[in-house]
């Protein structure tokens, strides 16, 4: 049994999003708990998410409980996606949580092999929809665990507005519309997409089929289409807007579209220099090429024999 591990799902605004931590006391369950998801069933997700967070927060208070938080990994991917929550609260909670986390020498180098944690921090930093106070706080996490961020706070303001730092963000979103996805496969696609590096969180939309995922630059949607497609068999299509509305690209067959290209050419039949007559096992070859008696022979005996 894990001490941090129960993870669920719950509905947000008819998206669903991978993973909350489920916090019962000190102890949980690794077991799935199963949400209400009738049209009747309305949680009011942004109180849930806060009191989450806020017993994470409690816990790592505690100093026994750190290193134990920081080598479960459904903890810390609990509160790497509470870095992607749209409540500033849940996010300044989580980033107290892992500055407690982080004041423990041990965990220093654990958290900072984090790709997914250093990626989402560092987009907050870079990020101009982020206050400034999130901006400090993720700074100062980054600073705790050792790494030295490619732009700093002070090199956002050096360049007035936030445009053109935005631009540099390592972090981008990418919608996929997989199909056949339904509650069966998606947790196997969960389970690949967790397993893929580069993957900082993902979010689904089970009634239009859809995955949201948030990649680092370096990843593209050809990349995760094909990675579905490959590792489960699933079709998935990248979700692109364009001035006509949305189109879908799709990249499992473009392999295949050049089977062949680099193959010879069929010698035409006029460019044959020996045709076969018909009925016979042999070709027949011309008797300018034959210099000699017993070549003319041999044609002989090829032109009146069946083999």
């Known amino acids: 049994m894990s001490f941090f591990g129960s993870i669920y799902t719950f509905k947000r605004s008819n998206s669903r999003i991978f993973t909350r931590a489920s916090l019962l006391g000190k102890k949980m369950s690794l077991t799935p708990e199963i949400i209400d998801e009738s049209p009747h069933a309305k949680p ?10 806020r017993r994470y927060k409690q816990l790592a208070r505690d100093t026994s ?10 903890c810390v991917a609990a509160l790497i996606l509470f870095l992607d929550d749209e409540d500033t609260i849940v996010v300044q909670t989580s980033l107290e949580t892992l500055s407690l986390l982080a004041q423990n020498p041990t965990n220093k180098k654990v ?3 984090q790709e997914k944690l250093v990626f989402s921090l560092e987009n907050i930093v870079l990020s101009h929809i982020s206050d400034h106070e999130t901006q400090v706080m993720a700074q100062q996490v980054l600073d705790s665990i050792n790494f030295c961020a490619r732009a700093s ?12 730092i935005s631009q540099n963000s390592r972090a981008r979103t990418v919608v996929l519309q997989i199909t056949s996805l ?26 239009q089929q859809r995955c949201k995922v948030r990649i680092v ?4 949607g050809k990349e995760l289409c094909r990675y579905l497609y490959r590792n ?7 979700v692109v807007k364009n001035e006509e509305g949305e189109i879908l ?20 039949e006029d460019d044959m220099t020996h045709p076969i007559i018909s009925g016979k096992a042999v070709a027949r070859m011309d008797d300018e090429s034959q210099p000699n008696f017993w070549g003319r022979l041999g044609t002989f005996i090829s032109n009146t024999l069946y083999w």
């Open 44 to 53: 009011d997700t942004i109180t849930e998410s806060r009191n989450l967070v």
């Open 182 to 207: 339904d509650e069966t496969n998606k947790a196997l696609v969960e389970k690949q997409l967790l397993e893929m590096k580069g993957i900082i969180s993902f979010t689904f939309n089970m009634s």
């Open 111 to 113: 958290m900072k092999s």
């Open 249 to 268: 690209l799709s990249y499992i067959h473009d392999s295949c579209d050049a089977t062949g290209k680099d193959l010879p050419d069929y010698i035409p």
């Open 153 to 164: 706070l002070r090199r956002r303001s050096s360049y007035g507005g936030g445009s053109f």
């Open 217 to 220: 630059e370096s990843i593209t």
């Open 65 to 74: 409980n750190r290193i134990r938080m920081v080598k479960d990994n459904s």
């Open 232 to 238: 489960l068999s699933l079709y998935a299509q990248q």
